[in-house]
Each structure stands twice: as C-alpha cells, then as structure tokens.
C-alpha cells in the first residue's frame, strides 16, 4: 500500500528541470489518463522540427514542466504572506497541468482546417469529463481555469502575462531547439512574483529579468514559432489538408486513420462536440482524444501515391522537406503578381487551371498568438507602490507588446516566375 | 547559383552540441534524400519516452550530430600528423551519417517480431543503392563501413569502442532522458584520440577521461537503456505485435497501415529484400524505407478496440501505460513460478487457456547490444608505446566490458499471484 | 625541442568557453611575460566579490578568453570572403591579449586616487615596452590597438560596439556573478559578424541576439557593475586610500607593501610615467607592474589597528563587510541634507568635526564607463544595403545606450539621521 | 526592524548551485565574523590557478555551497521519516558551514612549514571561540563536528565518505577548473540518501550515481589536485618558506607582513594556540585568523629581490611561473640520480655546494589526504537489507579507495642532467 502512495509521488526525470517531483496523488492520476498521456504523442511545437531537429519535445512534458513551475510560484507567495490554502494550491496546479489537454496535433493548421473549435474549448470540455470521473475534485480546479474563483492571482498564475505556461514553454522551446538565446531566467522571475491587490505582480528589483524575458520572448517569435520555413511546412500542411478534405467531400476514396476519417469526412462543429453525438461508435470528443501526430503523418505518407495529382504533388513535397518558397512582407502581396505567379504554375508545374491556386498559398502572420494577453505587468516597489512596467522601465517597452502582422506568400521553389 | 550552395553548408541547430557545420555537399544531398528524412519520424530511444519524457528525440538528430564529432576527430588526427585526404574525410564522414539508416522503427522489437534481418544489413542495402543514384560518390563510404578499407582507424571512427556513433549518442542519450551523470567528456575524448600502428589509440593523458566514459555507459545501460520500465514495455509490444500476426497469419482482419500490412500480413527474409521482389507495387526495400513511428502508433491506437480480446487487451495496457510488472532476476526464474503466474491469469484475467500465456513474457536482457565491439581500448604512452587500457589503468576495468545478463519476467500488474 | 614547441600551443582549460588553444607562440611568450601573469592578481570585478561571493575571476582569464573569441571571429570573417593575412590575425590577437594589460587593483578606485593616468594609456606603455622586448613583433598589433592601421575592421574587434573584450567579459562576468540572465549567444553573435566598407557589422539575420546583447548589458550594469552594495564598497575604499595618503602626505607612518608605498607616499603623473624617473630603484612603470590585489588587501587589514581614527575605522567598515548604507537618487541630493548628517556623524560617531566628512560619500555613478563607444551598430541586409541597427530594429532602443547617472550618498548603517 | 530580518535570510547568487538561500539568522550572523570572512580570501585551490587559470574560487564560496546542499540533505532525509528537529537541522549546518573555517592560505604548504598544527584543529579553536561569543549557540554544532552526539549520522553528514563538504567540493572544483568530467551528480546522490541504524546510507537505486562519484573524485585527484604542476608549484613554495625562515632565524632580514612575520620569525606549536599567549599584541589565533593569500603572495614579490640569491631566486620562479621540471616515479628516486642532479645544480645554477639542495625537491603524494574516510559506503535496498558499496557494485572498486603514491623529483627546468 505504501508503495503504492510513493509511485503516486514519483520523480520525474526532466532535461530541462532537472527532477520533477508530482506531490499529488491526483496529479500523478490526471497524468495517467489516457487524455493526458496522449499528449505524449503531440509535439509542442508542430512542424517546427523541419527547422529544428531537436524540437521532438511534447506537449505532455510541457505540462509537467509547468506544474514543477507553479509549486515554485505557490511556494513564493507563499513565504511572501499571501495565504494560499492546499485545497487552491492543488487546484491551480491541476489547472495548470491541463490548461494545454485540448491540443490538437500540429494544433494551429487543424484549427484552420478540420477542426471549427478553438483548443481552448476543448480543454474545458475534458476537463469537465474528467472532473465528473474525478468526482468533482476539478471544481476549484475549473473555476479557476476559467476566471470565475474569487483570487483572481491564481488565474494569472494558469493563464497571463507571467503564466507558469509561458515560463515553461519560452525555455523548453529555447532548450529544445538549441536557440540558447531564448533562454529566460525563470527562477529569478519566480522569486520576484508577488501579489498585491489580488493582481500577479512583480517585485521592482524583477525589472530587468522581465525586460530579458520580453526581448527573450520577441525573439523566439521571429527566430522560432514565426521562423519562415515553418510558416511554409505550415502553409502546406494546410494546403494538404484542405485539398483531402476537398477529395472527400467530392465522395471519393482518400485514405486516413479512423480517427482523422471522422474529421476529414464530417464537418464538425462545436455543437457536435457539445450535444455528445456519436460516430462510428464513440463521441467527436472521444474521436478526438485518439488524434495525434502520427494520424497526420500517416496520411501524408499515403497520400504522396494519391491519383489525385494536386494531393500526391503536395504531399509529396511536406514529406520530402521539398518546401515551398516563401516570401514575406509587411504589407499584402500586389494581386498582379500572384496573378502572374499562377499564370507560371499553370505553364511549369499543372495544366489544369484549377488545380494551380493549390499550388500557391497566401496568408498572414502576427506575434498575435502568442501574444495574446493584452493586460499589462505590474511592478511593486519597495514603499508598496504599484507602477505599469511600461512607466517602471526606462526603456521604450511598447514596441516588444505591440502586434506585429507580416503577409507571405509561398509557391513551389523550383518555379520560375517570369 | 552562388546562394544554393550556401544553403547546401548550411548551419544547423543542435540542443546538444550548438552549431553544427554541414561543410559538404553530398552530406547535405544525403541527408535531403526520403531514406534519411525518414529518420527525423523514428525516436533513438524507443518506448524509453514513457519512462523519460523528454526522450523523444530522433535518429535523425543522433546521425547529425555524430558527423559533427567525425568532422572534429578528423581535425585532431590531422593536427597530430596522420594523413586523412580529403577524399577519406567526405566517406568517413558519409559512413557516420549512414550507419543507421537502416534502423526500424522501436528498432530491437521490430527485428524480434517482423523483419527477420538485421538493422546493419539493411544499413548497408540502402547505402548502395543511394550510390547508385549518386553514381558511385558512396564507394569509399562503403568500405570504409564495411572495413574493407587499408585505414583500418577510419573504420574504427565508425564503429569501434571509441566510435563517433557512441560518443554521440551516450551523451545525446544523457541530454533527452534528463539522466546528467551520463554525460561523458566527448571533447577531451576527442582531442586525446591518435592513430597507432592504424589503430585508433588514445593518448595516456586521456585515461581518466576513457574510465569515467566507460563508468557513464555502464550507468546509461542499467539506468536508461536496461531500465526495466522500458524493458516491461518494450516486451509488451513484442507480444501484440505477435498477437497481431498470429492473427493475420490465421486469415483474419487486422488493421494497419499500408506500410505496417506489408510485414504484418508476409514473412519476410532477408531473401525478399535482396531479390528485389515487389509487393502491391513497391520492392521490400521500398517498403521497409517508408514504416516508421508512427505506422507503430497508429496500429496500437487502433487495435486498442480489435475484437481478439488479447490483442485489445495488451494494446491497452501499452496505450494506456498501465504497464506490467516486472521482475528481474540473475538466474532464470523457476518453472514453477511460471506455472503458478499463469494459473493465476486464467482464472484472474482470461479463461481462455490459449490466451493466459499471452499475458506472461520472459526473456533475457544484456549489456551485449550496447557493448558489441569486443576489441580492446589501446593507450598510447608519451614515449610512444602501447598498452592495453586494462593494464593502463589502475583499477580493474575487466567488469565493466563483461556482457551482464538478467532474466525477466513479466505479467499484468493487477495479478494477484496465489 | 619539438616537445617545446608542442608546450607553446598548449590548451587551457576554462571554466567558460571550454578548451582554449592559444596557437602562437608569440602569443604563448606573452602570456609568460611577467607583466602578463601579474593580471592572475588583478580581480576582473575589484570588489564585487562582496556582493556575488564567485566573482573571483581575474583579468588574466578574460584576456584569454578574449583571445578565443577572437580566433573564432577572424575565422568567421574569412569564410565570409574578408582578407586577414596571417601576420594580420597575429597582430590583433595579441593586440586583444594586452588590451587590458595595464589595469591597476581595484582600476576605477585607484585612477580615482594613487594614480592620475588611465589604464589604457598604461597598457600603451606597456606594449610599447614589450614591442622593444619583442624585437618590434608588437609593432602591427599596436598600430591596430592605437586605430592606426589601414583596415579599421580590425582596431573595431578590439575596441567597439562589438569588441571581443566585451563579448567575453560579459559573459564571464555573467558566468561567474551568477547572474545568469546575462548570458549573451556570443557564438551567435561571432557567426553574424561581417565587413562592410571596411567596417564591422552585424548581418541582418542576427538582430535579435544583437537586441538580446544590449539587454543582457544593460541587465549586468544595474545588477552587477553598479550594484549598490558594490557601488558602497568602492566609495568606501576610495575613502580609506584617499585618508592614507593625506597621513602619508602630513609624513606620519602609514603601512604599506613597498609598491604600494611609491604610489601613496609620491604623486605620481603621466609624465613620471614616461621619463623613466625611478623610485627606489625601479622606474614607475616597474613599481606599477608589481602593483597587485594583494598590496590593497594588507593594507586595510594593517590599517585596521592604525592610530588615526579614520583610518582604522574606515578599513575596519571594508575589511568585516559592515558597508556604509547608500541611498540612489536621479537628481543630487539637498546640501540640507548632507548637512544633516553631517550633524549626525558628528554626535554619533566621531566628535572631531575634520573627521566627519570622511564618513559621508556623495558621487554620481553612470554606465558611460561600461558604454564608452558611442559609434553606431550597423546591419547589413541580404540585398548588401547597410542599416543602423536602430532603424533595423522595431524596438526603441536609444534608451539602451543612453547615458544613465545616478547620484549616491553613502554614510555609516548604524547613524541615526534626526 | 522587519527589514532586517529579511536581510539576514538573504539569497546569494551562486555559479554553481543557483539561488543559495541562508534561511536562518544564526548562519547570517556567523557568515558575518571577520573569522569567516577571512575565507573570502583564501583560494580553495592554492596554487592550482596557475594551472587551471579560473580555479581562483574562494574557501567562502565553498562552505555557502555545503550549507545549501545540506539544507537539501536536511529536508530529504525527514522526507524519509527520519527525525531532525529544527535545533539539530540548524546544528548541523552550522557544523559545515564552519568545517573548513580554520584553514591556513596554502593549506597544505603552510602545515608543512610555518604551522605545527592542522587546519582542523584550529576550525574546532576557532568554533569554541565563537560558541563563547554567541553564547552556547554553538554547542550541539560542535558536539556534531566532533562526533560526540548520539546521532552519528549527522556528523556524517560533515564528515564521511558522502558528506557534504565533498559533494560541494568535488563539483566546485570540477566547475571552476573546467574539467568538466569532474561533475558528479550532486542532486541525485543527496536524493539516494537515507539512514539505517543511525548510519548515513545510500538507496540501492543510486549505486551506479556512487560508482560516478567515485570516478569522478579520481579524474580529480589526477586531474587537478594532485596535477604535476600544481605539485610542483607546491613544492617550490615550500622551499620559498623553509629559506625565508632559515634566514629569519638566523637572525637576518626578511621581508613580511605583520601577520607572516608572526609565523615566520618565531616557532608556534598547537600549545601556543592553546594558551593564549600574545605575540605583538594578540593571541596566535587571532593573528593566524588575519593570515590570508595575500601575505604569501605579497611576500613572495618582495623577496624577488632579496640579498639571498636562494630566496629571490626561488621567489622569481614561483613569481614568473618558471615554475621546476617535475619527474613522477611509483618507486622512490635512486641516491645516486638525486646526487647527480645535486652535482649539474652546483655546476650549473650556485657554485655555493649549501645552496644546491635548495634546488631539488623529493617527496611523495598520495590520494590519502582527498580519501581521509576509509570507512564504507552503505547501501540500502528495497528489502531493507544492507549491502557493503563493494559488494552491492559488480565492479571492482578496491581500487579506487585504496592509497596510491607517488613519488616526485623536482629541479629547475633548465638544468642539464649530465
């Protein structure tokens, strides 16, 4: 029996935390559901390993990472005086482990393409399932998840400018793709993490760990997760997806795994997640819980010997890293020139004048993303005053928040474009 | 024109050894080509990612990374004054970057269950025919992989007690599975490296560093590679990919991918290989260049709902991670016990008495896989002679090269065993 | 003989940047020159060490590692197409060598008080002496040290906005501080360095780890270089050497090691310096050469028990660590105020009304020092077209380069200001 | 008033262990005495900086470090439900963090010839004196240090084969010197520790961690503290001190600072410590508690210049890091070489036939002092039956505890032996 109990708080080798110890036995039990071990078989960061070969890591150790996190920033604020009792300190770190369990696979192009629901959506929807087989012990849990708990500080703790998801993932993406330079100083941060009117802030002497943290941060956008040959791998998943959906909703024959058949040959909706109905024998929820990676890989591989030569030509080219040319810009591309960028396809890869727009893609990208909570960071100084980081730092700070939007354009590279 | 061949010299992101520098042509045309792009979709490490899970990193980064450490040793021995024409340098340095390319995927389980060849062979089928397509620029790679060389040391730096294949991935090993203490001096190694009578030696000055590379690999077998998590895991999916022939040998249905069917659904020797025989279009080679991880995968997930209550049973409990117990023991376990484990499976977990020995594995683990090269460590004094590393060193070095062999036994951790 | 030579190229272990190999022999001579080894003596961070207990490293480790950055960058430009003959690459080696060659202890407190000459002007002395030693071997490194030689590139990565002395120190710095948000990706930064029109610069590609190298400086002056602790304890020692002098001056016996004594009992200038006058046997630049961390260190401790009131007690406060308290202010602080405590000094700690103003410290302190290039950083696009990297980047970053003063007050912990 | 308490639980930046956090007021207050203080400027290492040029880390570093790694091993072993109440915790670690507080600068120089008294005893004077000054606070820390409370794993804990003053040092050393291959695994090994029948074990999951352990310190001992070098730096100023003293003691004039001159003009005996006899004003503990790296390295620069040609040119050597040619043998040096080398000395270096023997050193180094504890390491397995390390290992490590000496000869480098 006691054997049991230690299993339940076993340590977790991490490479980038070094040993990861769970605490909780119903952490170490959310691990273990088959929800939550899927994330094994998704990769945090998609495609980017086209780029960057080392960036194989998953989403599950990144969960595990930020719960390793958030006991750090429990554990702060607390010897800081703030009262946190274990029942909250167990529910934001329940929070936190599955803030992320909603990811599809290559999560941002099935979003655009198979999926018309957001993953956030989606993690509340299991976490909702789970807290029913869990028996209710995910209440606080959820309700912090989703703002609705009267501490709105451990909310931020889940989801904000300095959320224990931020600091986990900006330096395992850093460590993983051998961007040394995206490197943050999370445990300075952590240390510097105080509470003042029920808002997460940061002790003033945090200031220049938080500017390295923004500049960190802005530079994994642009040398990272916004890296323009994964913006193309992307853009031609994309495209692979669409043109299969388009197969099949013509009627023909396009092979996929069971679980993405169900995605591919259905137009699925919030709604069907929501009212539970079922297909080929379980839920869209339950269907999509089997998604991963390997579904999508799978098809890609098959695919390449499609009769159809748009999908074949195109899986092709995601599957041998043939990867399209892509051009970027701040302001939108002339239609003259995609025009004449078509016109070109039509005389050098496909004669069939439907077919060519397949081959080129168009499109925009913003820091948005990851970008997305707008409130500001506080900062405390000694005498207890609460300054904007943006007034607290002498440097111009507005520029590293602002939303930067670019607009690309891909089309095959061996293309001449006259 | 000037432009494309930068782009062939490309630098690569490496989280574990920083910046690698392709400097060849042909490295970066081999490595562009299907058979090695293959590589990025098989983990180094296997089922190890369900005990680490940071392992997830592939031998495609593995492979990189090893031509790195070739290019280092070649500068070093070339420092010392032994010649390496540049020639020899390009096939050394092709021979590490192909040397595992022909690696099924979960590698050691695949060559136990569905292909009966070795990895090295088909290693060595696929360098062949990638020279024909690259009209022969291979044949001095060749020989030097095959030893059939006059260098004999060049050879030795790919396979060898010392080889850039080891030194890599022990401490690529390390890096993923988060297990620090593994990490061995791969620098200083190779700086003390030297060519004697054409044998790679090492310098005397490197002796401490060779003690504690082979105190490092000793603990990565019994810590990571051994480690009976990942040995009770690995043993479960031998047995549903048994389950799943059995099945389809008996004629029924079983799913798998197009691939995965291939080997799944025909016996396949190394006959079939070599003679060029095509099934459903494509040579066995062909095949075999397309299966990797997620083939696997996919297969599990599926089968996880086959109507055989075994082969859903045990794709279960490796999906699910509810992994069996396992028991290690110097000598074999007793018949008796064994008897006893499945009495108590047939009345506990199947009544099928057909079925209860599907629920049973044992077998034998060793260091031997890890440890094949039985040749010696030879140190190099400074007054030039030569000792083997056993009498260099003053500690008794003899156990860490013997082969250690440890019988397991395995069987579902609910069983209750009277 | 050949094993002498071997000696001369010998590798160094380091702490930070792994294995140097210093290459020349000329640059191995150097190094053994006495000049060169006194820099073992010299902390590269004075007393900095009271605040960040590792910050022991000395002047003698940067100035190598500054030598393997430079080999590195010299490296890099050669592969981007830039001439630097081998005589060329020797002479700005060593001219980064000897770049800080004539740093005295504690530099910045001691230009303040023993010495009216700057350190670079003495390094010139230095290497000039060296050159005559060196049969004139110096005489392109000290045209390319003093911006005296045709290719300006050159003087730039020993003295510039991206110098080789800056990329190493503040790393080292960062490394040993344990400050380690002030890494900086010098590998990086080195690979992106490039020639235009014969100046240095930064190809477009690495304008974000430019961006992060300005933060992380910034970052390292306000939590290292102008910590206020340190910023206390420098005042302070200021304070201790200025009293003794004005002892040594009055003619009463003041302790000191026999270099030491010629700079406290003599007024040395720049003109003493350079007419060779000597001093007890030695010329001044002799006595310098021996000065050490060492000679300030015995005499605070010496002075602890002197006679004279303020020098004991002041020695006393630097030497167990009871620093004075400082306060920081934007604007300088009210003569009101200074008077006030004054007052304050005057009851409480000595009733010598000449004695109280030697325990109060006011000065300004700014970043200039850390910053003193004012020349711009320019960018250099993949179309050849230059920007500054102000313009290249979105970010505003005047405010990183700008000159920040701060004026201090530092005064006893224990003095109660009524 | 709260402010202050804050203070004395300050965090400290430290290379090695991160955030160092003293937690407790009677540790701040501790660290504070001049007595420790004093440690800031004694190298860890001696001499061993002019080998490895960063190993200039100090004796303070080192007992902050021990303190934190014992706070780690405080809070696992009650995590295994050993009791440790907070008055033992404190005890204990206030027992580390004084260990080392009674070295010499030169340690193990210094015992040879100025100090008839080992650094152990005087910590154990030195601990008394503050126990008085804190009034009794002390008491169960040096009943700890001293081995005389009931709980013996504690003083383990300071003083064993696995105690924490060796993990600290063994990874501080290997870090600054930057033989990398020192690293042992810290974290993991105080995570395998437990207590069985009161004596400090280790997990049987941490063998192959001890095994590296093991390892490790050898590559050490080699490596870096018993490095020919280095050995021979010591040597030599062993020599520089015995010469000093023999002119001292014969009346002439030597240079020294007040502290050395103590030592070295008069005999002192662990009696004169004893019964506080005073010398120029203060007892011989408080004038050996002032003696730090820089009366040596003070000493040594003047006698560069003394009338004595042994002493100023022994000094020069050490000085200039012309440091003497040193022979290792397994067996003692023939009479009859060490004669010769005498007779090349007098022909070559002095004519003076008293002087020659100054300019040969022979001795011995054994592993003996870095291996002090030959009692075992205890491992524990699951059964809770308890193993010998030798017998719980399958290699044989005999080898690595036992005493291994060597011999060396040293001479000046330029000698011609005839």
């Not at 998704?42 to 080392?54: A, D, E, M």
């Not at 795994?257 to 539970?276: C, G, H, Q, R, Y």
Request: aromatic share 8%; with cysteine.
């Amino acid at each position: 029996m006691i054997q049991h109990q230690i299993n339940k708080k076993k340590i977790i080798n991490d490479p980038v935390l070094g040993f990861i110890n769970l605490q909780s036995e119903l952490i170490f039990d959310l691990i273990e559901h088959p929800y939550f071990q899927r994330l094994r078989r998704i990769r945090q960061l998609g495609l980017s390993y086209l780029v960057f070969p080392g960036a194989n890591h998953s989403r599950f150790e990144h969960a595990l990472g930020a719960v390793h996190l958030m006991r750090q920033a429990i554990s702060v604020l607390k010897l800081k005086g703030h009262e946190i009792t274990d029942d909250e300190a167990d529910a934001v770190t329940a929070a936190i482990l599955l803030h992320d369990i909603g990811h599809a696979p290559f999560s941002h192009v099935l979003e655009n393409t198979l999926v018309k629901i957001s993953h956030e959506q989606i993690s509340l929807m299991m976490m909702k399932e789970l807290n029913e087989l869990f028996e209710g012990k995910l209440d606080l849990a959820i309700r912090i998840f989703t703002n609705n708990y009267k501490k709105q500080f451990l909310h931020q703790l889940v989801s904000g400018q300095l959320d224990m998801d931020r600091l986990d993932y900006l330096n395992r993406d850093s460590f993983f793709t051998g961007v040394a330079e995206g490197t943050i100083g999370v445990e300075r941060i952590i240390k510097m993490l105080n509470v003042w009117n029920d808002q997460l802030v940061v002790d003033e002497k945090g200031i220049y760990s938080i500017e390295k943290f923004l500049i960190s941060r802005r530079l994994m956008y642009w040398q990272v997760y916004l890296h323009k040959t994964v913006v193309s791998a992307e853009s031609l998943l994309i495209q692979v997806l669409r043109r299969a959906r388009q197969i099949a909703e013509a009627g023909e024959n396009v092979y996929a795994t069971p679980a993405l058949k169900v995605f591919l040959s259905n137009t699925i909706t919030k709604t069907d997640f929501e009212k539970s109905s079922t297909i080929d024998g379980a839920t869209v929820l339950n269907w999509y819980a089997t998604l991963d990676d390997s579904d999508i890989s799978i098809a890609l591989k098959v695919w390449q010997s499609h009769p159809d030569p748009v999908l074949s030509k195109l899986s092709q080219s995601l599957m041998n890293r043939k990867l399209f040319k892509i051009n970027l810009s701040t302001t939108p591309f002339e239609p003259g020139l995609i025009k004449k960028i078509n016109a070109s396809i039509q005389s050098q890869i496909t004669d069939n004048k439907q077919f060519a727009s397949n081959f080129i893609m168009t499109g925009e990208i913003t820091n948005k993303a990851y970008n997305k909570h707008n409130e500001k960071i506080l900062v405390l100084d000694k005498s207890g005053k609460i300054k904007d980081m943006e007034q607290a730092s002498d440097i111009n700070l507005m520029a590293l928040t602002k939303t930067v939007r670019k607009y690309y354009l891909c089309y095959p590279k061996e293309l001449v474009v006259n």
